[in-house]
T-cell receptor, first 112, second 114 residues
Framework: RKEVEQDPGPFNVPEGATVAFNCTYS??????FFWYRQDCRKEPKLLMS???SGNEDGRFTAQLNRASQYISLLIRDSKLSDSATYLC?????????????FGRGTSLIVHP | NAGVTQTPKFQVLKTGQSMTLQCAQD?????MSWYRQDPGMGLRLIHY???????DQGEVPNGYNVSRSTTEDFPLRLLSAAPSQTSVYFC?????????????FGQGTRLTVV
């Protein structure tokens, strides 16, 4: 089982739709969680951190469920510019090093 | 404020050639890493370093060497290039701290081995 798993999609949604992605992780000792966004042929960039209490940034909401070992990303009122690949990232922690492990990414296509 | 700088951006190699991908960061980050990204495979960790003089293998280390003589630089060496190493390579750096440490990426190197 991969350490971080995501549905690769693609998720094909119309503008204005709400879409949600989930990501599961296998290491219960994982300590930090993030969502990154990667545009085609570009480097990944941080979208948002994921806090235990859940957090929101404009149209984006991230949640963490430690008991079930998954994180989620909700995008409301989708825009064409949201089309990208969304990467789930988990920092394993332990031994003094915090090593980010990436999921394979979920592709989102927002169409007019 | 350069962040993470990777060179070259594009490279074509012949099978059997060797080369070094350069990565430098100016943020005084302890942690640096190299990933390769192939279609449908996501980002796979090749090698990483938690500080100068310390390196370790990731998920796909075969065919690659690294060294970390300074905090700033983390070059990746391809010893004898093979077509299977055709990929996009990303270098990343972050602080090695408890908590929500953001990873910063270079712009990537697109490598083709023929």
């Amino acid at each position: 089982r991969k350490e971080v798993e995501q549905d690769p999609g693609p998720f094909n949604v119309p503008e204005g739709a709400t879409v949600a992605f989930n990501c599961t992780y296998s290491n219960s000792a994982s300590q930090s969680f993030f969502w990154y966004r990667q545009d085609c042929r570009k480097e990944p960039k941080l979208l948002m951190s994921v806090y235990s209490s859940g957090n929101e940034d404009g149209r984006f909401t991230a949640q963490l469920n430690r008991a079930s070992q998954y994180i989620s990303l909700l995008i409301r009122d989708s825009k064409l510019s949201d089309s990208a690949t969304y990467l789930c990232v988990v920092n394993r922690g332990g031994g003094g090093s915090y090593i980010p492990t990436f999921g394979r990414g979920t592709s989102l296509i927002v169409h007019p | 404020n350069a962040g993470v700088t990777q060179t070259p951006k594009f490279q074509v190699l012949k099978t059997g050639q060797s080369m070094t991908l350069q990565c430098a960061q100016d943020m005084n980050h302890e942690y640096m890493s190299w990933y390769r990204q192939d279609p449908g495979m996501g980002l796979r960790l090749i090698h990483y370093s938690v500080g100068a003089g310390i390196t370790d293998q990731g998920e796909v280390p075969n065919g690659y060497n690294v060294s970390r003589s300074t905090t700033e630089d983390f070059p990746l060496r391809l010893l004898s290039a093979a077509p299977s190493q055709t990929s996009v390579y990303f270098c990343a750096s972050s602080q090695n701290r408890v908590g929500r440490t953001e990873a910063f990426f270079g712009q990537g190197t697109r490598l083709t081995v023929v």
